[in-house]
């Protein structure tokens, strides 16, 4: 699974680049250039989200918008890795996935942290217990 977020990327009369999210109303932000935009877009998706996280709030799944001002941006790693065990997880108790790795509450607790850097082995095992496999690639 692949998490990135649409955004919608406007030129303003000065200029200036604005970026907003259409699932995330609290993440926009804005760049001198294109490529300025896209950095500080990826950088406040990664804000918002692991806030969220550490909030235990909802993140709702990425909506399908299409157009030519619409730029798929994906979070920071750790932010990925805590979303995808969090959704692999399902909503089942972090103790039971503790149980099955063998692990300590707090250890198991640390994968959906952010800013908590697992290793890929744990990860790795978290994802066969939740019944999935860890794929990586580069982009």
Do not use: C
């Amino acid at each position: 699974m692949k998490i990135a977020y649409p955004a919608r990327i406007t030129k303003e009369e000065d200029g200036i680049f604005f970026v907003s999210f259409p699932d995330l109303d609290e993440a926009m932000t804005q760049g001198e250039t294109i490529e300025e935009a896209l950095f500080n877009a990826a950088e406040v998706l990664t804000l918002v989200m692991e806030h969220r996280l550490e909030q235990q709030q909802e993140i709702p799944e990425p909506s399908q918008v299409t157009g030519s001002d619409v730029h798929w941006i994906a979070p920071e790693v750790n932010v990925q890795a805590a979303l995808l065990i969090r959704k692999a997880r399902a909503g089942r108790p972090l103790a039971d996935l503790a149980r099955i790795l063998d692990a300590s509450w707090p250890s198991v607790k640390r994968l959906e942290n952010p800013r908590s850097s697992p290793t890929l082995k744990m990860i790795d095992k978290a994802a066969a217990a939740l019944g999935k496999r860890l794929m990586l690639s580069f982009e």
